[in-house]
């Protein structure tokens, strides 16, 4: 996996034939910095814009691919609305049009009830994403264990049309039969990003499915943060500040 330099450098050379290349970029974690919450993150106020020039300079061949909802990251980067694949691929916005996923009456009584248990859990928080919800322990690691096997509970409780997703501190469950490299291949079915070939940069393991579908196509595939699990990804940048550095320069 190459190093910081050797990634900046290549990811350097992007723009030396923009029509060629399609960027596809995950959020938490990758453009922004984790937080202790959800609702802690933090976006930089040049970002959005350098983000959207970028996106100009590669004929609008830029996503955000992201568990977040569609409306969630919409809101991070107003006024923009980029091209954006939500909840691990189950919302789509893209030149075909926009998919979005409303939670069934049962999946929201669900919701309710997994919020009602997490108060016996102090510092496990629920994010409710509609159609998904995220039970994070990043403030009560101590509740692992216990916070899986109850995740576990109600993604059978929910049936075969939701699946359990782990992440950075973080169980969720999310619509089935998506994942971030199926929303890929769906931005690959119409312009701008027909025919290009991927950069995917992500930072966790729902980012896995798009590495795997970049390198099958000829791509790049970025992993970001320190070596742990791992990782079909070719290329490494240590921190979201590099990844944002990147955009910077490539933006300018």
Wanted: charged fraction near 20%; glycine fraction near 8%.
């Amino acid at each position: 996996m190459q190093d910081d330099d050797a990634t900046q450098e290549m990811l350097s050379l992007v723009l030396e034939e923009p029509d060629h290349w399609a960027m596809f970029l995950d959020i938490d974690g990758t453009l922004l910095n984790l937080a202790p919450t959800p609702d802690a993150i933090e976006v930089p106020e040049a970002l959005p814009g350098q983000l959207h020039r970028l996106s100009n300079k590669l004929g609008g061949a830029l996503a955000l691919v992201t568990g977040r909802s569609l409306a969630y990251a919409d809101a991070l980067f107003k006024p923009f609305a980029f091209p954006t694949a939500g909840l691990h691929g189950a919302e789509i916005r893209n030149a075909a049009g926009m998919q979005t996923v409303e939670a069934t009456p049962e999946f929201q009584a669900l919701k309710h009830a997994l919020t009602a248990e997490a108060e016996h859990y102090p510092g496990v928080l629920i994010e409710d994403k509609g159609a998904a919800v995220a039970a994070h322990y990043r403030l009560a690691p101590e509740y692992e264990k216990v916070l899986e096997d109850r995740m576990h509970h109600y993604a059978e409780l929910a049936g075969p049309n939701w699946a359990l997703q782990l992440g950075k501190m973080v169980f969720e469950l999310r619509p089935a039969r998506s994942s971030k490299g199926d929303a890929l291949e769906r931005f690959f079915q119409s312009d701008p990003f027909k025919n290009r070939c991927p950069i995917t940069i992500g930072d966790d393991l729902t980012d896995e499915s798009m590495f795997a579908i970049a390198n099958a196509r000829g791509g790049v595939s970025v992993r970001v943060g320190a070596i742990g699990a791992p990782s079909c990804a070719t290329s490494r940048l240590s921190s979201s500040a590099l990844v944002r550095n990147v955009i910077a320069a490539l933006a300018a």
